[in-house]
């Protein structure tokens, strides 16, 4: 399989007029094929803009876009915007007819020239999106989670080599959330699909995306495998997105027994285990949360406030002392 990206950013910049020049600079990215590359930063970073310029939605001000080494033609040079092989789905699913059915609204984009090819694409996808049992059903019928269902089945009917998602999973449930992102992951791997998404939600693109893309203030600051962004974070910002860590100050950090004089010290909450074997069992159980399959202690001593992960449950009680060492941390 080829290594070539499909889609480049080259040094692209679209400031929106206004007082704050919000927009996106300078972005350089490769979007390799057949992978999910997710765009991940906090709100207003630029993670929409940056997906509309890739999509043909925006023109950049500065850089290109390339698709297939060709210049993407921006909204100023075509009649409908955006590329002609790509789709987007957004967490609006406002361009499905409601009171049509699912099949309908799924197939009705295919041609009638071929009717048994277009039964069988439409059966095809409504099976992979596990909308087949309800095809008949007219779409305002449906839950949030189902009619999204729809929205990526009908992005998706007339074989686009690139889908974009905008935090599409937002107004759906956890458990039907994660259900989509499992489809979604192997509708890439069988069919080669190559998908390009925001979101906001560390553990989302930590577990769908092949390569991760950091954005801050508009600007790309940092971009790789999930994993290593996550282990190895090489700046501030991205270990305070990607974990629910532990900041400490570089001159408190000595309470944890860590020499450093750099200013923030970040301590993942798994990086630090519990032992109330040890002599000096400084730190007390403040607040117990039960999350199911763990607990998350909060633990205190002087000013000090920590979180720890503990799969001992009921172990350490609340204002038990407790003993910590810490495993791994990162000093910024
Ligand atoms: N049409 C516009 N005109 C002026 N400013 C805009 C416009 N669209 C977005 N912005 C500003 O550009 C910045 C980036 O917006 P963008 O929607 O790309 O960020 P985002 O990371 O997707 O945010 P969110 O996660 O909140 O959706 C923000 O400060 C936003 O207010």
Known sequence: MSDQPLLQAVSVSKIYSGRHGAGVQFADLDVKPHQITAIIGESGSGKSTLLKLLYGLLSPQKGQILYKGEPI???HDKLIPGHDSMKMVTQHTDDLNLHASVWDNVAHLLPNTDLQAKQQRTTELLKQLKLFHMADKRVVELSGGEKQRVAIAKALVTSPEVLFLDEPFNQVDTSFREGLQR?????????????????HDPAEV?????????LRNGEIVEAGKPEELYTNPVNFYTATLLSNCNVVEGEEAKELGIKTNLSRVVIYPEWISIDKKMLSNKW????ILFKGPYEELWLTYNDLNIRVFNLQLGKFPIGKGVSIK???YKAF
């Open 326 to 328: 810490v495993n791994k």
């Open 206 to 214: 930590l577990s769908m995306a092949d390569e991760l893309i950091v």
């Open 284 to 287: 007390k159980v403040m607040q």
């Open 73 to 75: 033609l921006g909204p």
């Open 183 to 199: 489809d979604i992951r192997r509708i890439v791997d069988e069919t080669g699909l190559t998908v390009v998404m925001v979101s």
